[in-house]
């Protein structure tokens, strides 16, 4: 069974722009995390998808948004780039039940200049 | 959602078995304790999970006490490429939220 799948892997944009990153779950996972990885802060929770839902929310700015699509397949954005959101963003699927195991995918890695 | 505790980093080298401890006084009665291993510029990777005593899969054991406050992971005979951050979780902030600490950062020497 295919993993976790993200893209783009690596991406460099400048402030002020915007970007979209995709991800797609392992097949029958109905729920979507995203996280963002910074040396700083670590892993924090960005928001979780279930059924085309939004779930759950961490503690991120508006300008961080996401959706889910009715394939399970996951689409964050982030809009008016600062450079503190050069990060890796990481997504994770799951069927979608309590304190089940995560499966991550490799992350995309975005540089802002 | 119990807070964990865990050392934040470690030495080992090839060969010895690892144990890395993590300290959660809050756990809730149904919350669970999952590890998971990360690797740079990797995402993390499950390792294993328990509710209490013993549990052992292919790649390492978790122990358990009867309270519950803490738990162990055990790596047996640690190989180089078990160099890694190891981050201990327990329980989840409703709907598969994970709350990761800043984990411990093991370092296998030759």
């Known amino acids: 069974k295919a993993g976790v799948t993200q893209t783009p892997r690596y991406l460099i944009k400048t402030r002020g722009q915007q970007v979209t990153l995709s991800c797609s779950p392992i097949?029958?996972?109905?729920?979507v995390s995203w996280y963002q990885q910074t040396p700083g802060q670590g892993l924090q929770f960005l928001f979780e998808y279930f059924s085309e839902t939004q779930r759950n929310k961490g503690n991120f700015p508006g300008r961080f948004s996401g959706r889910q699509f009715s394939n399970s397949r996951s689409e964050m954005n982030v809009s008016t780039l600062e450079l503190g959101d050069s990060a890796l963003y990481l997504c994770?699927?799951?069927?979608?039940?309590?304190?089940?195991?995560?499966?991550f995918g490799p992350g995309t890695r975005l540089l802002v200049l | 959602l119990a807070k964990t505790t865990q050392p934040i980093s470690m030495d080992s080298y090839e060969g010895q078995e690892v144990n890395i401890t993590c300290s959660h006084n809050n756990i809730a009665t149904n919350d669970y304790i999952t590890w998971y291993q990360q690797f740079p510029s990797q995402g993390p990777r499950f390792i294993i999970q328990g509710y209490k005593t013993k549990v052992t899969n292919e790649v390492a054991s978790l122990f358990i006490p009867a309270d519950r406050k803490s738990s162990t992971l055990s790596l047996p005979r640690v190989s180089l490429s078990d160099t890694a951050v190891y981050y201990c979780?327990?329980?989840?902030?409703?709907?598969?939220?994970?709350?990761f600490g800043a984990g411990t950062r093991l370092a296998v020497h030759p």
């Open positions: 979780l327990v329980g989840d902030d409703g709907y598969n939220k994970l709350i």
């Open positions: 994770a699927s799951s069927h979608g039940q309590g304190q089940e195991t995560q499966y």
């Open positions: 097949s029958g996972h109905r729920s």
